[in-house]
């Protein structure tokens, strides 16, 4: 399994709510329509603050699962790609503090716990 991490900001000025319900009804179905055919699984971990926490640096977490570095190189190709990259971009500025965003990979070890 090769696991996509990004780390998101929603754009300043923009509530939790509006963040959250662009990013589902809107964001969402782009990242959907890109990622069939190459993606196992497409999460989005909406961050809750703590009572009596700071701000969290990020709203979201979003999780892109494939089986394979293969499939990986062939959706970067894909998002690449002029067509996805703009339409992808054009969202992105209505959503997100892009300058915030971070994604990196993550290898995973699980413990047992009974």
Same mark, same amino acid.
């Given at each position: ?5 990004? @780390?998101?900001?929603?754009?300043? =000025? ?14 969402? @179905? ?10 196992? +699984? ?7 603050? @703590?009572?009596? =926490? =700071?701000?969290? =640096? +990020? ?16 959706? *970067? ?17 209505? @959503? ?16 047992? *716990?009974?």
């Amino acid at each position: 399994m090769f696991k996509l991490i990004t @780390l998101l900001k929603r754009r300043p =000025g923009m509530t939790r709510e509006a963040f959250r319900d662009h990013y589902e009804s809107r964001h969402r @179905l782009i990242g959907e329509k890109y990622l069939t055919g190459f993606a196992d +699984h497409y999460v989005r971990r909406y961050v809750e603050p @703590l009572p009596g =926490g =700071g701000e969290p =640096g +990020h709203d979201v977490i979003m999780e892109i699962w494939l089986p394979d570095r293969a499939r990986f190189e062939a959706l *970067m190709r894909r998002l690449a790609e002029p067509e996805a990259a703009a339409e992808i971009a054009e969202d992105e500025e209505r @959503l997100f503090d892009r300058a915030a965003t971070l994604t990196f990979t993550v290898s995973e070890v699980a413990s047992v *716990m009974n």
